[in-house]
């Protein structure tokens, strides 16, 4: 695990993240997009993690593109990123993109620590995580969700479940009493990722 710390560190808002090692490269670009939205002070601890579906994912699942499963260690990779966060003077709101945006859903079951989380184009379709959803509830208060409205668009008969149950998600958490939006974005999955995102935090820091 690799991590980097940009912003202001002693600001009273931390945001946390997940990346591929390759997008840690770019994250003075997505905090400057973020910038876009908001006024606030902010800073940002970004977790660059080597095999995305092993650690990214809450449990095993089998392939549903390519040949590749996923190994269910997102424990494991909380476990690494909780003792970052222990000023219990600032506020933690974690978020992703893809099977980023699942382990930041993920991790506001598992945790008090975080305040919110920005899922962005999650990974919803994930096997049994509707199941997960029903049957427990998040620690966290607020939760911005998106899509982008061709996501749901796909050959792929696992991921092209992702519109209905990021639908389901939102009114469940709704009928939770959580503090939650959903958001539709233009186009499929791969279009203005690191927009996305930038927008899914701001909405948590300007609450």
Known sequence: MTVR??????AKIILVQALEQRGLDRIEEQMTKIQLYTQADFGMIAVGVTDWNRELS??????????EGFGGEARILLERILPLLEDASKTYYI?????AGLFALWSCYQTDRFAGVAAASPSVWFPDLDVYMKNNRPRCGAVYLSLG????????????????????????????????????NEGN??????LRVAKAFAWLINK
């Open 5 to 10: 710390t940009i912003g202001n560190p002693d």
């Open 58 to 67: 809450p449990w095993e699942a089998p392939p549903v593109f390519g040949k």
């Open 95 to 99: 978020g992703g993109y893809s099977l």
């Open 149 to 184: 409205d061709r996501e749901e668009k796909t050959k792929n008969r696992v991921m092209a479940t992702v519109g209905d149950r990021i639908r389901e998600g939102y009114q469940l958490l709704k009928d939770q009493g959580i503090d939650t939006v959903l958001e539709w």
């Open 189 to 194: 999955h791969f279009r203005d990722a690191d």
